[in-house]
T-cell receptor, first 111, second 116 residues
């Protein structure tokens, strides 16, 4: 199946700084890459996604970039706030239906 | 957005008993649902793909006789953990994609299973 790797596993940033999380995938047929935010004990919530025909997408303080050739995509959070603290997961959609998740990044924003 | 409801949110059971977890799509029909397992501070591990009206597809290393999946209708999939043991204690979460939507997956609330 698909293999999604995510780095770093933990990330601490000062409030107001930027945070970058990177993922790589193995299946070149994967064509949809969402990012999820999960707070402790809660369900993952979609924060942004990108399709393989687009190189970059931005939504206010959050942006995602995709490099299909290198098979990697990244999440960028600017002007971080304490409420951004959570675990973030990247995912790749394979076979049109199966999501495979990265290992997660625990982000801590220090006030 | 679309809503996926999972029940129960928390369950404690004795070793050797079975536990059933339900996953419902409330405002859309889902021919396919997914079951994940999540250990503390770890990622979501895909266990199986539940297909309405047919057998589930299990990921490598997941015991299909241990984790029974039934997808009897377009809005309901169930996961039954049979003969539960303490090592089965985990957070189980389901998801489904709205075929009429943009493609994102919606997640249930998750079920915290504790086997004592």
């Amino acid at each position: 199946g698909e293999n999604v790797e995510q780095h770093p596993s933990t990330l601490s940033v000062q409030e107001g700084d930027s945070a970058v999380i990177k993922c790589t995938y193995s299946d070149s047929a994967s064509n949809y890459f969402p990012w999820y935010k999960q707070e402790l004990g809660k369900r993952p919530q979609l924060i942004i996604d990108i399709r393989s025909n687009v190189g970059e997408k931005k939504d206010q303080r959050i942006a995602v970039t995709l490099n299909k050739t290198a098979k990697h995509f990244s999440l960028h959070i600017t002007e971080t706030q304490p409420e951004d603290s959570a675990v973030y997961f990247c995912a790749a959609l394979r076979n049109g239906n199966q999501f495979y998740f990265g290992t997660g990044t625990s982000l801590t924003v220090i006030p | 957005g679309a809503v996926v409801s999972q029940h129960p949110s928390r369950v404690i059971c004795k070793s050797g008993t079975s536990v059933k977890i339900e996953c419902r799509s409330l405002d859309f029909q889902a021919t396919t649902m997914f079951w994940y397992r999540q250990f503390p501070k770890q990622s979501l591990m895909l266990m199986a793909t539940s297909n309405e009206g047919s057998k589930a597809t299990y990921e490598q290393g997941v015991e299909k006789d241990k984790f029974l999946i039934n997808h009897a209708s377009l809005t309901l999939s169930t996961l039954t953990v049979t003969s539960a043991h303490p090592e089965d204690s985990s957070f189980y979460i389901c998801s489904a994609r709205d075929p009429a939507g943009a493609g994102e997956a919606f997640f249930g609330q998750g079920t915290r299973l504790t086997v004592v």
